[in-house]
């Protein structure tokens, strides 16, 4: 009688199993775009250039999934040998194709028991709109300004968007008080800064972020699908557990989901309140990269208010082993076949305030071309990086003097909140780094094994003493047509900066070759 039912159920439900149907977007590598299946994505793996979608975190969300498919079908690697022999011969599809086979009916989206990713059970006093599913569109915590669905009225959309978003949801979702069943958390990576090497295809991307995990985690990391879903009773009573691995990491349930869908096999509304709580942390993510404070240890690198290009070295090797674990590997199978070393890496994710979403964002950066030597290059990038530091923060004093002088008007101390609101309104600063960015990109490229350090050096100092010296002219010429006393705060305020420039001529003449007399 229940199987009666159970198939009856079935037959009412609308179908769409992520194995087959399209709903993963791809980038072909002769430029077509297109959806696929779980199973077509990644058997034809090196036909796709990359995963494609507007929002950043879903672009996240797709590899740490395809990910989790991999390790548990192919089960492994556990070393980095294994990870080595399938990056030269290829993964192997029967095996791709029977774990797929074997656990097709956990991947319906829409399913009366085993809904994907979802709590079948799960009937909430109060249904919501598919928005608060989306970054984009949740105006809970991240309303933007030109998003202009009223989430009172905001439709339905087709499952492949929701599965997207849903994706996205578990992997990004951060803590937001108290939901229907229990307090909500903060998903175990969500507010770190992703990182994902890139290859010549989608092969190449995946096999680079193919962690080897041994042989006795690999046994029991599962992920979401492979897992009985939580009860409403472990739900309302704050579950946590470990993390087993990286699948289970990856496709982690922070979020207690069900989809609601329409006849017409789209999705209108669901139930969302808190899922899983992450215990204690007992491994690192493989795609972040971390940092050491003094008093609270080991942290996640996250973004801040200003381009990550100025934390970059965070991601490249290092003697402690706080770069992502994804480069480190990325670099060790380019090494072995060096004509498909990762040429680039992406970066992903969000910042937050508290339950409230700040801004997301995605960056794609050139990997430096000596990494594929033995040559430790992050050490060699910070020094620059702090060169050009250095000179911001004489442009900030400099900028600290006219703003002080200037609303001085004689022998009276201004207000330090008036000195700092006549800060943040200058931009200054803001155009020595616009500026900058670009040269850093450049010198990324041209950082190969074969050139000099003290030449990258050379050209770097003079990219910065250019980006320095005509922030500040850019300022001057604009106070040069205002009053007398724009003029002298001007005069007295630009000490710092000639000082500075002063110690980068020195710097840049020590460096530059010596000419031959004739």
């Not at 009666?4 to 993963?24: G, K, Y």
Request: one cysteine or more; hydrophobic letters at 45%; glycine letters at 6%.
């Amino acid at each position: 009688m229940a199987n009666s039912m159970d198939e009856a159920a079935q037959a009412a439900t609308p179908r769409f199993n992520l194995v087959d149907e399209p709903w993963i977007p791809v980038r072909w590598l002769d430029g077509r775009h297109g959806e696929l299946g779980i199973r077509d994505t990644l058997l034809q793996a090196e036909r796709i250039a990359e995963i494609q979608d507007a929002s950043p975190l879903v672009v996240a969300a797709l590899h740490r999934f395809l990910l989790a498919v991999l390790y548990r079908a192919l089960e492994g690697p556990a070393d980095g040998q294994q990870a080595k022999t399938w990056f030269k011969q290829g993964w192997a599809g029967g095996k791709i194709e029977a774990y797929l086979e074997k656990w097709r009916e956990r991947f319906w989206l829409f399913d009366p028991r085993y809904p994907f990713a979802q709590i079948s059970s799960f009937e909430p006093r109060i249904w919501r709109a598919w928005t608060v599913l989306a970054a984009e569109h949740n105006a809970d915590n991240a309303k933007v300004l030109f998003d202009h669905v009223d989430v009172n009225r905001a439709g339905a959309i087709a499952p492949a968007q929701a599965i997207r978003w849903l994706l996205a949801t578990q992997t990004f979702s951060v803590s937001c008080g108290k939901s229907e069943l229990s307090h909500t958390g903060t998903a175990p990576s969500a507010t770190a800064v992703m990182a994902l090497p890139l290859g010549r295809n989608l092969f190449d991307t995946l096999s680079y972020a193919l962690v080897p995990q041994n042989r006795l985690v690999l046994a029991g990391d599962l992920p979401v699908w492979e897992r009985e879903p939580e009860t409403l009773e472990a739900l309302k009573g704050g579950c946590e557990r470990a993390v087993s691995g990286f699948a289970d990491r990856y496709t982690w349930r922070i979020r207690a989901i069900r989809l609601q869908v329409d006849s017409h096999g789209a999705v209108s509304r669901l139930a969302f309140a808190s899922g899983v709580g992450p215990q204690t942390e007992q491994q690192s993510d493989p795609m972040l990269g971390y940092r050491v404070d003094e008093k609270k240890g080991r942290l996640p690198v996250i973004f801040r208010e200003r381009g990550f290009w100025r934390d970059f070295d965070s991601l490249l090797p290092d003697a402690i082993g706080c770069a992502p674990q994804i480069i480190e590997h990325a670099i060790g199978l380019g090494r072995a076949v060096p004509q498909r070393f990762p040429s680039s890496v992406l970066v992903a994710g969000q910042s937050n305030d508290k339950a409230k979403i700040e801004y997301w964002r995605m960056e794609r950066f050139s990997l430096p071309p000596a990494l594929a030597g033995c040559r430790m290059v992050r050490a060699e990038i910070r020094v620059l990086l702090a060169a050009a530091e250095e000179a911001q923060t004489a442009l900030w004093h400099a900028c600290k003097a006219f703003a002080r002088n200037l609303l001085s008007r004689g022998e009276r101390e201004p207000a330090g909140k008036d000195v700092s609101n006549f800060l943040r309104q200058m931009p200054v600063t803001d155009s020595y780094w616009s500026s900058l960015e670009p040269c850093f990109h450049q010198i990324l490229a041209e950082y190969t094994e074969e050139r000099d350090p003290d030449d990258i050096r050379l050209s770097w100092l003079r990219h910065v003493r250019s980006a320095m010296r005509s922030a500040w002219r850019a300022h001057a010429s604009g106070v040069a047509a205002g009053d007398a006393w724009a003029i002298r705060a001007l005069a007295q305020a630009q000490a710092p900066v000639l000082r500075h420039l002063g110690r980068l001529n020195q710097e840049i003449s020590k460096l530059e070759p010596t000419k031959e007399s004739a």
